[in-house]
């Protein structure tokens, strides 16, 4: 029998979640984007004041995987929700049951501290993700478009008189 567990991430767990963050950029066809080190990871999510948490997956004792979240507010129903940034199991160990684990873990989450919303972003490519969040439910919402502002575009706005 296979040995798998969900579980809150610790400190000790930063490196191979920093590791599973560049693993996730190459699947996503981006392995130079990652600026994060584990640093910032570990004040992220460790430090005198977290803005994420993140669980991670085992399987036979390896972390395998991870989600990380951080809590959202949604003014229209007044309550807090819950922000999916990343979710990642490697690709020997998808199959496994430890993705729906973590979505579970995180579905959990938020009935038990009565947020109404859990929301992440899927890559219009990656169809295998879109049919398995669809299976559990899951579905996209029309009419939104996601904007960004970052680089020197951000640095000008931030200057502006």
């Not at 990871?41 to 460790?46: C, E, G, P, T, V």
């Not at 309550?79 to 998808?94: H, K, Y």
Request: proline share 5%; charged share 25%.
């Amino acid at each position: 029998m296979i040995g798998k567990a969900i579980r809150a991430a610790e400190p000790t767990d930063v490196p191979v979640i920093r590791q599973l963050v560049q693993e996730l950029a190459e699947y996503e066809k981006e392995p130079d984007a990652v600026e994060a080190t584990e640093a910032d990871l570990h004040a992220a999510l460790f430090g005198p004041y977290p803005v994420a948490s993140c669980h991670v997956a085992e399987l036979d004792g390896e972390v395998v995987g991870f989600a990380l979240w951080y809590r959202t507010f949604s003014t229209w129903t007044g309550r807090p929700g819950l922000w999916l940034e990343d979710l990642f199991v490697r690709p020997a160990a998808r199959g496994t049951g430890l993705g729906k684990a973590l979505l579970v873990t995180l579905a959990r989450v938020c009935v038990e501290h009565g947020w109404t919303r859990f929301e992440w972003w899927v890559l219009d490519w990656n169809e295998p993700a879109q049919g398995f969040y669809r299976s559990l439910g899951a579905r996209e919402e029309d009419g939104w478009t996601t904007w960004r502002l970052d680089g020197d575009a951000l640095d000008r706005l931030a200057r502006t008189d």
